[in-house]
């Protein structure tokens, strides 16, 4: 094990350095992440295991275990660096002279629905800030907490110690083919009975739909499960099929002559989409300047609902 000296103050880069190699566990990987090389990295870690008198990363065949001490540091960096920034910044968040990249976690809805009134306000306003929108998955709530992820953009409220904000409501229609029997309206127990197109964003089903099912003693068959909203209008046309779709999303899309919109169970409540960040990025100024932007950018899409007539 390295001797250990007397730690100087770290620069706030060391910091961010270090987080990325605990949170991999692996040397190629966080070069990659930092955009050094593996040479690079492997003289990085060995620098900060003299600073701290500690070997951080212990070899386990082709990977990395933390040591004790590093899983300590590991917790306490996350909480700590954000804050570190802003000290060693000493300046408020400019969009303008910003770089680098900011990572969203969301769907196709979210994309179609808010991100014609987000997308171009955030390339506007930060012109050399590259945005990456991700398909939301299972693992998309531990992006965030590993800090691999800046925001989240989903209906479902995530567990301590994530933070959710209500953005816009929201509910749901059905597609169906235009010679479907049903007129306006599916009642529960046709909706059951239905074969459908299941869209599942995050895991083998649509959260809500199935949960409000649940909740009523019923469940649905799946004819085909797809991963985008927009695939329902594909393969319902000629079918008995329906897509059960968010409101916004359906009369945005659904512009296909062999379908028609009509209303789901009355059961299905409307509900809320929101945004979800971790709470170390509370203060933090570039995180404020997005979730303002992401404001923003909800408050003009209700705007403009309102404004449409007939809109809801």
Do not use: K
Not at 4 to 19: F, G
Not at 33 to 58: K, N, P
């Amino acid at each position: 094990m390295p001797e250990p000296r007397t730690v100087p103050a770290l620069m706030v880069h060391d910091l961010h350095l270090l987080a990325v190699l605990l949170d991999e566990r692996h040397v190629s990987r966080a070069a990659v992440r930092c955009h050094l090389s593996q040479s690079a990295m492997s003289r990085t870690l060995q620098r900060l295991r003299v600073l701290f008198g500690d070997e951080l990363l212990v070899r386990a065949g082709s990977y990395y275990e933390l040591t004790p001490r590093a899983r300590e540091m590991r917790r306490e960096i996350g909480l700590l660096l954000p804050r570190l920034e802003d000290l060693v910044a000493g300046r408020a968040f400019d969009p303008a002279a910003a770089t680098g990249t900011l990572r969203i976690i969301g769907t196709d809805y979210s994309t179609a629905v808010l991100g014609p009134y987000l997308l171009p306000r955030l390339a506007r306003t930060a012109p050399e800030l590259e945005i990456r929108v991700d398909q939301r998955d299972q693992d998309s709530y531990h992006h965030l907490a590993r800090g691999r992820a800046d925001l989240a953009l989903s209906p479902m409220v995530p567990d301590a110690p994530l933070r959710w904000e209500r953005l816009f409501t929201d509910d749901l229609a059905c597609v169906v083919d235009r010679d479907h029997p049903v007129r306006d309206r599916l009642t529960l127990a046709a909706y059951a009975e239905a074969r459908h197109v299941v869209i599942t964003p995050t895991a083998n089903e649509q959260p809500l739909v199935e949960r409000w099912l649940h909740d009523a003693g019923h469940r649905r068959r799946a004819a085909l499960r797809v991963t985008h909203f927009s695939a329902v209008t594909a393969a319902v046309p000629g079918t008995t099929l329906v897509g059960t779709v968010p409101r916004r999303l359906a009369e945005q899309q659904v512009t296909d002559p062999r379908l028609r919109l009509v209303e789901a169970p009355e059961e299905f409540d409307a509900f809320a989409y929101g945004m979800i960040w971790h709470p170390r990025l509370d203060s933090d100024p570039a995180h404020t300047w997005l979730r303002d932007m992401v404001r923003a950018a909800a408050r003009e899409l209700t705007g403009a609902a309102v404004s449409r007539p007939g809109t809801r």
